[in-house]
Structure formats: structure tokens, C-alpha cells
């Protein structure tokens, strides 16, 4: 068997979820060297050497890259903080060792407006209505505010408000969530555009799916679609969050989707990719997965929301442990530039966030259901993962956002742990899923429990049929 070394740059469960897939391969001998946010304990236990670099600077890691160069045959960066500050370019530049992820210049969600513009001139039908709102065009708030309002005229309020870029301000904001009045959603705006220009979009009804694909540059090898859970709590309440878990069906489009859907899906991906690709002199610049879009199923046809170039989280759990291929062979797929296609099981997957009492806002919404004396205490994640003696392969832990201390794993601020269940159905994987999570005790963890749920997904499908017929 074929020993390689290969570094993985490493923030929570999505990268984990990476790891496994890369220790578990068949065909080589893989020694990991980790860049990693925290003593995350899968990270640790799986490690040929790993090292914390808590804010994840690129030149950490490129020191790191630089000690163990002779011993990584490539490396792998997950998180979008490395890729946006160029962690390819200098790893690559530094070490000659070759990166998975887009070039920093091609991180397109950098910029909330690049992605607009680009996407309204190569799929315009695609696109949601936008007005982009730059300081330098006004002269006075009072000119923004009669601009804004013009625009809100045009969309009867209904809203989404979007910094071009990550800022101090609050970030997005959608109408009927965030706001109900224009004074409101003005105050939200000015909140970031104090900072720096500002989208205003159409808010668009419809179903959300994630699409997803490898890429060596040349190719897109596409993935099943898989549904985020966003909304922190049951029957999709509550504010939205990084994810409170996701599934994947047995066929590669989703339950409330149509194979023209899909279809359509493919063919947008395709001609951005396409087009987009044939703007950059350079085959190797899109190199990971360039295209993770967010795409809402509307009456109209899909619609993006958005797009980012790293591996969703938690959607590419969903995805890994089910490839039929090795793992580190659909890797140097994307390094040789021969990955066309990738194939993955006919099966469905689930995957269960557990989280802290602060995250969603689930302490202060639900005071009482936490048991304040298991805050901050260690995890027990045993029970968890003696589930793989009934299972066996059917479940995955997946710790993210925990840290090894003195032997035992506490939990810290975001999402602490998934479990994947796997399953011919997905009320099966569901089920597995579920088990797992109930099985993790202690720091007063907290989940979803209706991610993947027969009633939400009728609800989601029933949806669809309603905007159908209006179409």
C-alpha cells in the first residue's frame, strides 16, 4: 500500500468529516498533518503531527506546510477564511506542495456584488432582481434613504439586505425576519453601509437546495443535491444559523424536486463554470469546489442566492462517506486534471448538529430546557460512537467545534458535533442520525430533532406543488 502524507487545513466537523474520509482510504497509507482551529479530539487521535493555529493566518500554515513539506504530497484547505486570504497561492508558491481549493483571486464569496455581476452576465435568468448601493454615489444619507426606498417600491418591500463584504455591521438581513418596516431595514442598511456598499435584493419564495461539485480546473464532477437546515429551531423557526444539520435522498436531485429541476440546476452550474472558467488563464485556478451555490426553487425556475468556493458544511458530510471511490484518488483527480465524474452510493444520508445553549439564541428563547449545570462541561462522545457495533458504517461523529483538554472534550461556541446517519431511505438515515445524536451527553448539547423529517418534508414538497400551480 502507497504511503502519502497529506496536510488538511482544518476548522470544525466539515474538515473532520475530510479526515475520515482520508484515513479510511483503501488503496494508501494516508499520515495526516493538520492545521487545525483547536485540539479538535478526531483531529488529534488521527494526526501524524497537528498543530493549533487559532485564527488559521496563512503564514502559520505555510510554516507548517514548510516543516513537513518533504512528507505532504498535497494539501487540502476546507474552511473559506485560508482561501479568501490566499492560502493556496502562498502554500503552493512557498512549498511547491499542490493545494485543493480556488486560487485567493477566484474566491467568489468575497464579494457579494462580484458574484451579482458575474452571474448577471452569464445567467441572468438566474438571478434575483439587485440594486447595488455604493457610499461613494451619495451624497447625504437622505440621498441614499430615497434611493432605497425607490427600490423598495419596486420590490414591495420584499427584501434582502447584503454587505458586499464580511463587516462590522450586521450582516444580512431579510424582510419579515429581520424587519418589518422600511425604517427598519434602513437602519439594518446604514448599519453596513457605514462600512462599505450594499446589496438590496429581491427576497424569492421558494425551496432551497445545495449544489455542490469537484473540480480539477478543467471539469465539474457534480454531487447529489443536499437540503441545509439553516433555521435554528424545530419547524424552521427561529434565526438562521451555519446549519442545523442537512440530508442528501437516494437520487441525486431532492424530495421536492423534479428531475427537470435538477436539469436546470446542471445546466446553470455548467454554463457559469463553463464561462467563467474561459475568462481565467489558468486550468488549475478553480481547483476544489468553486461551486457551492445556493439555489432556491422557485415558481420562475431556480434562482441562486448565492455561492461560495469551499465544500459546504455541513452538506459535504452528506456526501463524503458515501463515495464509491477512494477519496484521496477523486484528490489526485482534481490535481491531474482527469476528474470528469464522481459516483456515489444510492442510499440516503442525514446529518444532526448538536449545539450549545448559545447558539440560535436557544437559551434565551427556551431558558427552560437548559440544564445550566451541564454547561460547559465535557462531552461524552462514547455512546456515540459505540453506535458503530449496530451500525458499523451506517453512522459518523463528526466533532467540529470542541477541544481536547487534559483528556476530556469540552465543547466550544458553534456547532460542537454531527452525526451522519446513512440509510436506504431517508426517514432511515434519519433514524440513525437521530440515535447518534441522543446518544452525545453533556455540555448541555442541544439539536434540531425534525431535520429530514417526514412533516418537513412534505411541507417543503407541498410548497412546491403551490407555486407550481401558480407558475
Known sequence: MEKIGVL?????????????ALSRSPNYKVDLYIADKQRNPFNVEKAAKHVVIPDLNVEDICKFAEVN?????????????????????????RTGIPVICPKQKYAIEVSKV???????????????RFKVFNPKDFKSTEDAKKAVYL??????NQAVVKPDRPTAGKGVGVWGDHFATREQLFDHFMSNFQYGTVLIEEKIDGEESSFMAFCDGKHLAVLPDTRDHKRAFDDDKGPNTGGMGSYKDVVDQLPFMTKADRENELAIAQKIFREWSAKINDSTALRGVPLYLAFMHTRGGPKILEDNSRPGDPEIMNILPVLKEDFVDVCYGMLEGNLTRVDVDKVATVLTYKVPPSYGGYAEVFPGNVKKAEIDTPVDLSAAYELTRKFGDRIRVYPGSMELKNGLTYPLKSRVVGVLGVGESIEEARAVSLEGANAIKG???WNRTDVASKRTIEKSVHHMKQLRIQA
Do not use: C, H, T
Not at 8 to 19: K, L, T
Not at 114 to 128: D, H, M, T
Not at 151 to 156: A, Q
Open 151 to 156: 427600490w423598495l417600491d419596486e420590490l414591495k
Open 8 to 20: 488538511v487545513v482544518s476548522y470544525g466537523a466539515r474538515e473532520v468529516a475530510m479526515v475520515d
Open 69 to 93: 513539506r518533504q512528507q505532504i504530497d498535497f494539501a487540502i484547505v476546507g474552511p473559506e477564511k485560508p482561501i479568501i486570504e490566499g492560502a493556496r497561492d502562498q502554500i503552493e508558491k
Open 443 to 445: 455540555g448541555g448539547l
Open 114 to 128: 462580484e458574484q451579482r455581476l458575474l452571474f448577471q452576465e452569464i445567467a441572468p435568468e438566474a438571478n434575483p
